[in-house]
C-alpha cells in the first residue's frame, strides 16, 4: 500500500538498500494503474529496487535470504510485510 511505500522511500533515503516485492504487475494496484506506475518510476528513481509480477517463494538461513518465485535469491537484513486494504464502500 501506499504507506509501504513511504517507508520504502523514507528507508532509501536514510541510506538503507530497500527492495520492494509486489505480485501485482505494479505497485499500488488498487489504484489507478498510472498512479502505480509513476509511483514506481519515482521510487526507482530514489534508489529502490522494485521486483514486480513475483512473490516471495521462501525465507531461507533463518530470514536471512529471500527466494522469489522466479528464481532470483537476494540476502536481507529485514523483512516488512505490509498489505494494501480496499475499502468497504457498500453503505454508501
Known amino acids: 500500500g501506499l504507506i509501504s511505500m513511504e517507508v520504502a522511500d523514507n528507508l532509501v533515503s536514510k541510506g538503507k538498500k530497500v527492495t520492494v516485492v509486489e505480485l501485482a504487475p505494479t505497485i499500488l494496484p488498487i489504484w489507478d494503474p498510472k498512479f502505480g506506475v509513476m509511483a514506481e518510476q519515482v521510487l526507482r528513481s530514489n534508489g529502490v529496487d522494485v521486483r514486480t509480477g513475483v512473490a ?26 505490509a498489505v494494501g486494504v480496499r475499502p468497504n464502500t457498500d453503505l454508501l
Open 56 to 81: 516471495i517463494e521462501a525465507l531461507e538461513n533463518h530470514g536471512k535470504k529471500v527466494v522469489l518465485t522466479n528464481g532470483e535469491v537476494f540476502p536481507t537484513d529485514y523483512l516488512l510485510i
